[in-house]
């Protein structure tokens, strides 16, 4: 067996026992467009750390706020560099946590990050839902909510068990969920 044949074999084997992270990194790469993250830093405050050993731009959504000081206002957003390891570490210390919601945009980290600022109005602490909770994005856009989608061509989030990805995007003006399993 050739080298590359051999290679092959390893990888298709190393897919198939990927887990759902695995699968979910996966999933978000193929995304078109450039991949950020909003992570909330409330569930974990340890994420600070995490997300400044990526080297990737980050910022806090209450720019009011040391990043050391964001209490119940902690969200941050993240660009995701195809590439890098900063998704699959994100994915690491997140998944199931319902942490971090991911979107996809074709527009640079500052038009971005303004995009979620805009949407999270001038006091995030006050703001209903607190989209970038996973269970909150996924009810809004459920319920059909298309105004998500200004400068954003994607939303992704985590099932509760953690076993699906469910990607919302917009079709004709309607918001369109597919749901990715992850096992």
């Not at 900063?86 to 971005?112: C, I, M, N």
Request: proline share 6%; glycine share 8%; net charge negative.
């Amino acid at each position: 067996m050739s080298d590359d044949a051999r290679a092959g074999l390893q990888g298709l084997l190393g897919w198939h026992k990927a887990g759902p992270r695995d699968l979910a990194r996966l999933t978000l790469l193929a995304e078109p467009g450039a991949l950020y993250a909003v992570v909330d830093l409330a569930r974990d405050p340890e994420l600070a750390e995490v997300l400044a050993a990526t080297g990737e731009a980050y910022c806090a959504v209450d720019e009011t706020r040391e990043l050391d000081d964001l209490g119940a206002t902690a969200p941050v957003v993240v660009a995701v560099t195809p590439g890098a390891d900063t998704l699959a570490t994100l994915l690491d210390e997140t998944w199931g946590l319902g942490a971090a919601v991911f979107f996809a945009s074709d527009e640079p980290f500052p038009a971005a990050y303004r995009r979620v600022l805009l949407r999270a109005g001038v006091d995030p602490e006050r703001t209903a839902p607190r989209f970038w909770s996973p269970a909150a994005l996924r009810e809004a856009l459920d319920g059909g909510d298309a105004s998500f989608f200004d400068g954003v061509s994607a939303w992704m989030v985590e099932s509760p068990d953690g076993r699906t990805l469910t990607r919302y995007s917009l079709v004709d003006g309607r918001v369109a969920r597919e749901d990715h399993a992850l096992s």
